[in-house]
C-alpha cells in the first residue's frame, strides 16, 4: 500500500470540509491516519500539550526517563536532551508555546543541597533556555506561554507558607513581574494580547470560592471578573478571547470578559474545550463506577448561541480516549 503525505491527508480532511454545512462537525475517529499520526506523535504517558502547528510539521516533543525527546511521525525518537546534564529532573505542566517551535516546562532542579523549580524553555533548536523564581527557595510551576511566545507566566509558591503568587517574565528575564496576591495560581493568557486570567483563593480556607482575575501587562491594572464556587484548575478561555466557561457548583456558566453572564450551561461533562469558532464548547460525559472507572463515555458539544446539544459518539465508547478540535473536525487520539 502506497504511503500518503500528511498534506495530502489534510488536504482531503478539509475539502471534505467544505462540501459540510457549518454547523455540522465531523469527527475523524482512531481508524483515519491522521489521528493515527496524532497517537505516534503522542506515544508518552507524561506528554507535552499536541497542538496544530505540530500535526502540520510532523514533530512533537516527549519528557520520558528524565530524557527531552523530538520525535517524527511515526514515533520514531530523532533528538535527544538528557535533563541530568542541565541539573533538572521531573519535568511537569509542560505545554507548547503557541508557534509550535518551543515547550515550556516545570523542572526539579537542585542548588546547594536544596531542591526546587525552575520554569525551562525548550527550543527546537536544541537549546534550553532556564527561568528561576526571583524567590530562590520558591517552587515555580504552572507556567505557560504569551500569545507571541515573548512572556511567560508561572506560579511561584513557598513552600514553608505555600502562599503564592503569579509571575510574569520575558522569555530573557530583562523584565520580572510579580502580580501580588496573598494566593493565586493557574494563568491563563489571552490568545492575542498580554492580558492574562488567574485564579485567586483565600490563604488555608477550605472553601471552593475563588476569584477570577483578568489582569492587563500593558496597563498593569487588574479586575476581578467573577466571585463565587469555581471547580475546574483553569478558566477556559474561548479563542477569540471574548468569553470564558467557568466549572460552579451545578452548571457550567460562560462570562465576557467584562464579568457578564452571557449564558448558563446545564449538564456539561469534563474536558472542555472551545471550538476554534468560539460557537461551540465540546466536553466528555459518561457512566462511571463507584471507584470512578469508566463504563462508557461519549463526546457532545453544545452550540453557545442556541443552547442546543448535540451528541457526536453515539456509537462509540471513548474510554478514556483525548481528542482536539481541527477546523470544524474533531480528531480522536
Given at each position: ?23 455540522n ?10 489521528s ?18 505540530n ?16 520525535i ?40 546547594k543541597?536544596?531542591k ?7 527550543s ?30 508561572f ?102 470578559i467584562?464579568?457578564n ?67 470544524n ?5
Amino acid at each position: 500500500m502506497k504511503k500518503i503525505s500528511l498534506s495530502i491527508l489534510l488536504c482531503i480532511l478539509f475539502t471534505n470540509q467544505l462540501f459540510s454545512e457549518s454547523n455540522n462537525v465531523k469527527v475523524v475517529d482512531d481508524y483515519n491516519p491522521i489521528s493515527r499520526i496524532m497517537t505516534n506523535l503522542n506515544k508518552s504517558q507524561k506528554k507535552a500539550v499536541f497542538n496544530n502547528y505540530n500535526l502540520y510539521n510532523k514533530k512533537s516533543f516527549i519528557f520520558e526517563n528524565n530524557n527531552f525527546y523530538e520525535i517524527d511521525q511515526d514515533g520514531k525518537k530523532v533528538k535527544i536532551n538528557h535533563l541530568g546534564k542541565y541539573n533538572f529532573e521531573k519535568p511537569i505542566h509542560e505545554k507548547w508555546g503557541n508557534r509550535g517551535d518551543k515547550v515550556i516546562a516545570s523542572v526539579l532542579t537542585w542548588s546547594k543541597g536544596n531542591k526546587s523549580r525552575a520554569i525551562a524553555i525548550f527550543s527546537l533548536d536544541g537549546s534550553i533556555n532556564t527561568i528561576f523564581s526571583n524567590d530562590p527557595s520558591s517552587f515555580a510551576t504552572q507556567p505557560c506561554f504569551s500569545f507571541d511566545d515573548q512572556f511567560i507566566a508561572f506560579m511561584q509558591t513557598n513552600p514553608a507558607t505555600h502562599l503564592s503568587n503569579i509571575v510574569i517574565s520575558d522569555i530573557n528575564e530583562h523584565q520580572t513581574i510579580v502580580v501580588d496576591e496573598p494566593q493565586a495560581g493557574n494563568p491563563v493568557w489571552f490568545n492575542h494580547s498580554n492580558k492574562l486570567l488567574y485564579k485567586q483563593f483565600q490563604p488555608y480556607s477550605k472553601s471552593d470560592s475563588r476569584k477570577i482575575v483578568l489582569y492587563d501587562l500593558e496597563s498593569r491594572s487588574k479586575k476581578v471578573l467573577y466571585e463565587g464556587v469555581v471547580k475546574m484548575s483553569y478558566p477556559l478561555l474561548s479563542p477569540n478571547d471574548s468569553l470564558i466557561v467557568l466549572r460552579t457548583d451545578k452548571e457550567s456558566i460562560v462570562i465576557d470578559i467584562n464579568g457578564n453572564i452571557v449564558k448558563k450551561l446545564k449538564n456539561v461533562g469534563g474536558t472542555m474545550k472551545w471550538s476554534p469558532d468560539s460557537q461551540k464548547i465540546s466536553y466528555i460525559r459518561g457512566s462511571y463506577t463507584h471507584d470512578g472507572e469508566i463504563i462508557h463515555e461519549s463526546l457532545f458539544y453544545t452550540d453557545i448561541n442556541t443552547n442546543i446539544e448535540v451528541e457526536l459518539t453515539p456509537n462509540k465508547n471513548l474510554n478514556g480516549k483525548k481528542y482536539m478540535w481541527m477546523g470544524n473536525s474533531i480528531i480522536i487520539e
